[in-house]
């Protein structure tokens, strides 16, 4: 009897070591396509495309000692019940250095309904790359 059960021992924990090798192969080959999923993907990537945080202005940036204008004469801003005329709204945007710029922006707001004064508003200034 003490010959059988040292036989079943055996069988146990060669069934054991048998789980955790396979256990072992399946984390390596997890690890694996990981690694070569990054290795793609650093590989594929693109580069980053620029946000321009002003609404209505082109994406390039003015060339050195250069002045850019944008007007807008007129328009309407719709904001749930009340109209408000836009006139105008002007964007000056100069080149003071090479790739980079100094934006200044703003635009006279009068409400339509109901009437009120004409207000500046959305005034800023930057300055970007």
Not at 13 to 26: D, F, I, P, Q, Y
Not at 67 to 92: F, M
Request: with cysteine; hydrophobic share 45%.
């Amino acid at each position: 009897m003490a010959g059988s059960l040292a036989l079943a021992d055996v069988a146990v924990m060669g069934m054991a070591c048998s789980k955790h090798a396979r256990h072992v192969r399946l984390t390596r080959l997890i690890i694996g396509i990981g690694r070569a999923g990054a290795v793609i993907i650093c590989l594929v990537v693109r580069p980053a495309a620029a946000y321009r945080p002003f609404d209505g202005t082109d994406a390039a940036v003015a060339k050195l000692n250069e002045v850019e204008i944008e007007l807008q004469p007129v328009g309407r801003l719709q904001t749930g019940p009340q109209s408000t005329l836009v006139a105008p709204a002007v964007i000056y945007n100069y080149g003071f250095a090479e790739r980079w710029e100094m934006v200044l922006q703003g635009q006279v707001e009068t409400p339509l309904s109901p009437g009120g004064p004409s207000t500046l508003a959305a005034t800023g200034r930057s300055s970007n790359t």
